[in-house]
């Protein structure tokens, strides 16, 4: 078993933890949230791969899309592109896209996956009570926290860029209509 999984030690539980996630990712489960039901996202503090603090206050007043992702899971490979493209169109002053890692393996290694895929959007790497405290329980999940700070959109699998312009519009809608400032 070892020399068939790259000469790493693995533990059965933590193999079918890895299988379970992969499986649960492929299925697209999509938790809308309605005004009643939106919540305040969980603030963090992180350091990006780049060295640089990012934390989810400090975008307040734009809309964020996190992703949670980790180099072992492929359908988070599928996402990643899409984040990429949504990134260069749109991110900036309005909209923050960041991916949170959670992987276990040393950011060196994520950050050599992250160049050959050629992401340039904020990764950070995220401990997994964070994905618990934003009921992220496959991956990828993308949440998308309005500009006021709470819960808009929890997905659970791969978004399509269509779907993901949707969600944004949506929330450039809401907020025109609310006469808050618009983001995305």
């Known amino acids: 078993m070892r020399g068939l999984l790259g000469g790493r030690r693995f533990t059965a539980l933590s193999i079918a933890l890895a299988l379970l996630t992969a499986v649960l990712g492929c299925f697209d489960s999509?938790?809308?949230?309605?005004d009643a039901a939106r919540r305040d996202a969980p603030d963090f503090e992180l350091v990006r791969l780049d060295g640089v603090p990012v934390s989810l206050?400090?975008?307040h007043g734009k809309t964020v899309i996190l992703d949670f992702w980790a180099t072992w899971c492929a359908p988070c490979e599928v996402q990643m592109p899409v984040l990429q493209t949504l990134w260069e169109n749109r991110g900036g002053e309005d909209l923050v896209v960041l991916g949170l890692s959670l992987d276990t393996d040393p950011a060196d290694d994520v950050i050599e996956w992250l160049g050959k895929r050629e992401i340039s959007y904020p990764i950070a790497i995220a401990e997994q009570q964070l994905a618990i405290d934003y009921g992220a329980w496959a991956y990828p999940t993308l949440v998308v926290v309005d500009p006021t700070g709470a819960i808009y959109k929890?997905?659970?699998g791969v978004l399509s860029r269509p779907e993901l312009e949707d969600v944004l519009d949506e929330i450039q809608r809401e907020f025109s209509a609310k006469g808050k400032a618009p983001s995305a």
């Open 154 to 156: 929890v997905h659970q």
């Open 57 to 59: 206050a400090e975008h």
């Open 30 to 34: 999509s938790a809308p949230v309605d």
